[in-house]
């Protein structure tokens, strides 16, 4: 059973920073493109970052520059380090998995908050 477990959500002041963490289970992790998507309230899901497994990353334009993605197969995890938080990074923040053989796997989500 493929699990993803994501955390270190919460809130946040404007121009602060969180590092979301996305543990990953019952899957070939290392073989795997890693993802992390949010969706805002009244928004649809968008795709924040990627990082493939030869660890080549694409960036969202909204969060290039602030935001890093990274992976550590040893521990099989995938993180997303988030600087210079804005208000309109509030969102669930969602760990996406791409399977060696396509299938596609979602964590339960992590609420990230930016308020004073």
């Known amino acids: 059973q493929v699990q993803l477990v994501e955390s270190g959500g919460g809130l946040v002041q404007p121009g602060g920073s969180l590092r979301l963490s996305c543990a990953a289970s019952g899957i070939l992790f290392s073989g795997s493109t890693m993802r992390w998507y949010r969706q805002g309230p009244g928004k649809q899901r968008e795709l924040v970052a990627s990082?493939?497994?030869?660890?080549?990353?694409t960036y969202a334009d909204s969060v290039k520059g602030r935001f890093t993605i990274s992976r550590d197969n040893a521990k099989r995890a995938v993180y997303l380090q988030m600087n210079n938080l804005k208000h309109e990074d509030a969102a669930d923040y969602y760990c996406h998995a791409r399977s060696p053989k396509g299938q596609d796997y979602w964590g339960q989500g992590t609420h990230v908050t930016v308020s004073l």
């Open positions: 990082i493939t497994v030869g660890r080549s990353t």
